[in-house]
């Protein structure tokens, strides 16, 4: 069975950082292209970032040069680097790889962006 659970929402003043962890079980991580997702109230899911098997990282335009996706194949985890936080980054972050055809989605963790 796959499992991703993330941890490490908050909430932080605008400016601030968080760290998201993203740990998986039931596949091959090693083997797993991995992506954040995040939804905010009233909005559709979109995507932040990627990193494919081989660390090549993409990011959506409203996050490149703030966040920073990462994995560690040796402790299964996934991670997002959130730095100069803003309030419109406030939502739940997912983190989603791909089972066969199917995406599989975590639980999600709330960001909270504000003073």
């Known amino acids: 069975q796959v499992q991703l659970a993330e941890s490490g929402g908050g909430l932080v003043q605008p400016g601030g950082s968080l760290r998201l962890s993203c740990a998986a079980s039931?596949?091959?991580?090693?083997?797993?292209?991995m992506a954040w997702h995040r939804q905010a109230p009233g909005k559709q899911r979109e995507l932040v970032a990627g990193?494919?098997?081989?660390?090549?990282?993409t990011y959506s335009d409203s996050v490149k040069g703030r966040f920073t996706i990462s994995r560690d194949n040796a402790k299964n985890t996934l991670y997002l680097q959130m730095n100069s936080l803003r309030p419109e980054d406030t939502a739940a972050y997912y983190c989603?790889?791909?089972?066969?055809?199917?995406?599989?989605w975590g639980q999600g963790t709330q960001v909270t962006v504000s003073s």
């Open positions: 989603s790889t791909y089972f066969g055809r199917q995406r599989v």
């Open positions: 039931g596949i091959i991580f090693r083997l797993n292209a």
């Open positions: 990193i494919t098997t081989g660390s090549t990282t």
